[in-house]
């Protein structure tokens, strides 16, 4: 039989990239075989995000480019899924705007992807038509049924939990994947187990706020009984995790990481802001004090952990004074990175609604803010080098070039052969870049 090709874009967020692999998944077990050549492929897939405005606008362009490749070949499969298309009346707008979009599935039931398939073909015989289901039920059903086709060995990404709860007044989040549904403890512990068996080297959990793991459940289990949990696996592996909620995040959850020697020093803690005005119109539920008060228990118990943020300007009634106290928050804190954005006004949100900052002031602020975060990047690699630091060795990008992190996430290029990857290494840091730090392999 001649090969069948799948191509799949992925947009947004780790959580896409590792749905993305369920999709692969799914693909692969159809009988369909991995194509990076959009022309090539039988079946191209977007998984889309819609967390803000560019993210939306970059994916119609591409959508649109898609039309091309249709008209050469009618038999092709066009599908459309995630967050984008859960926003109220886009599935109809993606439908209409692009007639050529053969099938359009909501975030909670990707799973759905071979019946769809089987379904659309078997109606082409007869009239054509397209397939749109959108799950609005908030609450859906957590479908462990699909085996992701893992692409990025040596780190696995697992899911926790889904959706979430916090409705922070700018986030299309819970708009578009519903309330948080957690996965079974034990499925989790079994599926980390077994990646760590089958040689995985770094565990990520996802979860839009995995401090609330377990909350929706009855049975006692929490995020740190399930750290506890995993904790105790044996062999020598990394465990990450994203993302944490300064809301929730709790003394126990941070000094079981610091005395667990396979938990990465290493938290993302997105602050969004450094304002207290804007904090509470952001619907963050935690203050300055609060933020400061965590940086200083992470800090008491782990003075080497990697703290990243994400962290947001011109949100609406952001004045000077507000941002600056997000610069002040910024030097004080000293992040090893952060996501910065513009916020961006999202449909059906609360923010939405209020009086907007005009463009040149979000822009303005956000330079401002970069070039405060880079220099403070910059100032902590500085003291890196000279310093002998275990790298797990995550891919070759070019010949006898590899990457690979630190334990708290900083990023390391040296030479070396690509058979290393999966591998701990210890690496001599050298330089400094701003985007990386530059070192070499030594032994011991
Ligand atoms: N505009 C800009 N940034 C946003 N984020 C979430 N919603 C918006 C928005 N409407 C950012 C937050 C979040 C990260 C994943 O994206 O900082 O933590
Ligand atoms: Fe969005 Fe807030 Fe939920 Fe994060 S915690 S996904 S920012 S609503």
Not at 148 to 173: D, E, H, K, L
Not at 339 to 346: A, D, K, M, N, V
């Amino acid at each position: 039989m001649e090969n069948k090709y799948y191509y799949i874009e992925t947009f947004g967020c780790q959580m896409n990239v590792h749905e993305s692999e369920k999709l692969a998944g799914i693909l692969v077990k159809m009988g369909y075989a991995e194509t990076k050549e959009r022309a090539q492929a039988h079946v191209i897939v977007f998984n889309t995000c819609c967390i803000r405005d560019t993210a939306e606008k970059k994916i119609f362009g591409n959508i649109g480019e898609l039309k091309i490749l249709k008209r050469q070949d009618k038999s092709r499969i066009i599908v459309i899924v995630g967050c984008m298309t859960q926003q109220e009346g886009m599935a109809e707008v993606i439908a209409t705007k692009f007639p050529f979009v053969d099938i359009i599935l909501g975030t909670s039931n990707i799973h759905l992807l071979e019946q769809k398939i089987v379904e659309l073909e078997e109606r082409r015989h007869r009239k054509r038509g397209k397939i749109i289901d959108i799950d609005t039920n908030e609450k859906p059903a957590v479908n462990e049924d699909t085996i992701p086709y893992r692409t990025s060995y040596p780190n696995a990404w697992v899911n926790i939990m889904y959706g979430c709860n916090n409705f922070c007044s700018y986030c299309i989040v819970p708009f578009v994947r519903g309330r948080e549904r957690s996965r079974d403890p034990e499925v989790i512990l079994e599926e980390v187990q077994s990646l760590v068996k089958a040689g995985y080297k770094e565990i990520t959990l996802l979860g839009q706020n995995v401090d609330s793991y377990g909350s929706d459940r009855n049975d006692g289990v929490n995020f740190y009984t399930l750290l506890q949990k995993i904790a105790k696996i044996e062999g020598k592996f990394r465990l990450r995790f994203m993302t944490s909620h300064p809301k929730d995040l709790s003394e126990e959850v941070i000094k079981l990481i610091a005395e667990t020697p396979n938990f990465c020093n290493n938290i993302h803690l997105p602050v969004q802001a450094g304002s207290d005005a804007i904090l509470k119109a952001m619907n963050r539920h935690y203050d300055r004090e609060r933020y400061f008060y965590l940086i200083d228990l992470i800090k008491k118990y782990m003075p080497n952990c990697g703290i990243t943020s994400d962290i947001m300007v011109g949100f609406p009634g952001e004045t000077e004074e507000d941002f600056l106290d997000t610069l002040d928050l910024v030097e004080k804190v000293r992040y090893h990175n952060a996501f910065t954005f513009i916020y961006s006004p999202r449909k059906g949100t609360v923010a939405a609604k209020m009086e907007q900052i005009p463009y040149a002031i979000k822009s303005e602020r956000i330079g401002r803010l970069i070039a405060l975060q880079n220099k403070i990047t910059l100032e902590i690699s500085q003291e890196y080098v000279g310093k002998v630091m275990e790298v797990l060795v995550e891919d070759a990008p070019k010949p006898n070039m590899l990457c690979g992190r630190t334990d708290c996430g900083r990023l390391v290029n040296f030479a070396g052969n690509k058979e290393l990857v999966g591998q701990f290494v210890n690496v001599r840091i050298d330089k400094n870049k701003a985007s990386a730090l530059i070192g070499e392999i030594v032994n011991g």
